[in-house]
């Protein structure tokens, strides 16, 4: 007997120790990152000589004087940003077709040969200025294929680049997230190159550590493995990179999704989408601007699953955002902000009991909801691997059951109106101990729910 007894008390400690282990060594975001979870939702803004020709992938042969945008309002960007509930923008400083909306030192190919401004202007000043002003992020994307550069595919273009981010992170400073675009295409001499992305990353590390570079594999932020705005169902803040490279040579796009439940680092994904059919303003796509409820929809397969949005509003050709974005961008927000406006637990939420695994909420009367959202603490880490969610009436009967898998910085579960009473939240497997954040019931406009959700 007090052999078993014995043998008992050293299989608990030797569990709790694995346990205890397993949290201590699991990966933590930075305060970079945790800051950058709280941001939920921001954009992207594609402009360069494709607002002016229509094409998605320029040449790098167009004329630098095409661009020419006759009315450009970097504030007028970052008003209807701010008005719309975005928290930063992230600006093509180049694309593809080498352009640099800076007058770099480093090409002949810039805003400096263009005629706007009879060569002397600079989208990057006038855009991180206004950012300052409205107090909004400040990102730069910058393609590392070039398709107009002279170096590209020889080994000198890589320090040709590394200079350029140099001309970025000196002059248009502070720079929040830096996006790479993996892509590798053939330069003007048909060579393709190889990057040299330690040296970049190097490079960004010196001269801005707080910096978060985004890539396929990070390092701090991942490409969520489409271009539709969405998340995985299950999506860890994990992933494992060695061996892999931002491009061709990155994980799966499944595996970018979802994540690593195991995974070595902390990289959370980013949703990118347009909220046009293309990345660069065309005239002739001002009629299919997503609605301001298919948005939501985005925002609810993004940030409603742990990870974060970048949503698309490409200036037009003026250098403004079209009318038709910023009606669907105001109204997004509206939705945002009339459906997720009052928490029913904070109003009506009674008694919330709670042990390691289980919150039970119970309401002073019956509630008629279709949505619940959890919040993890990711300060401990990422823990939770599956929870259900069990719904009771009046008469303590279950009437409903939710199961899920991973919480992250927010989880959003929508589910048929139902009356509810109380509310039983079970963490049915765990990493290490779950940090709950918060746990909230609304009932948002069913028009904007699809019927089942997971
Ligand atoms: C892709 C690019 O090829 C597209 O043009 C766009 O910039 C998108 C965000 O990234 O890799």
Redesign the pocket.
Known sequence: MIKKLLFLLCTISLTANLFAQLQSTSPKPSSAQLAWHQLEYYWFA?FGPNTFTGE??GSGNESASLFNPTNLDTRQWCRIAKQAGAKGIII?AK??DGFCLWPSRYSNHTVRESKWKNGKGDVLKELSEACKEYGLKFGVYISPWDRNHPDYGTAAYNQVFVNMLKELFTQYGPIWELWW?G?NGEGPNGKKQEYNWNLYRKTVEQLSPQTLIFSDVGPHVRWVGN?KGIAGITNWNLLNTDGFEAGLKGPPTDTLGTGNKFGKYWIPAEC?VSIRPG?FWKGSENKSVKSPQQLFQLYLKSVGRGANLLLNVPPDATGKIAIEDSVALVELKKLIDSNFKSDLVGKNGIRISKTRQVTEVKLNKPIRANCITLMENLLDGQNCSQFSIQLFNQSKQEISIIKGTTIGAKRILTFPTVEISSIKLIITEQKGTVNLGGLSLYHIDENLIEPIHP
């Open positions: 594609h998605e992938w093509t694309h593809h675009d892509a271009e990118d990345w």
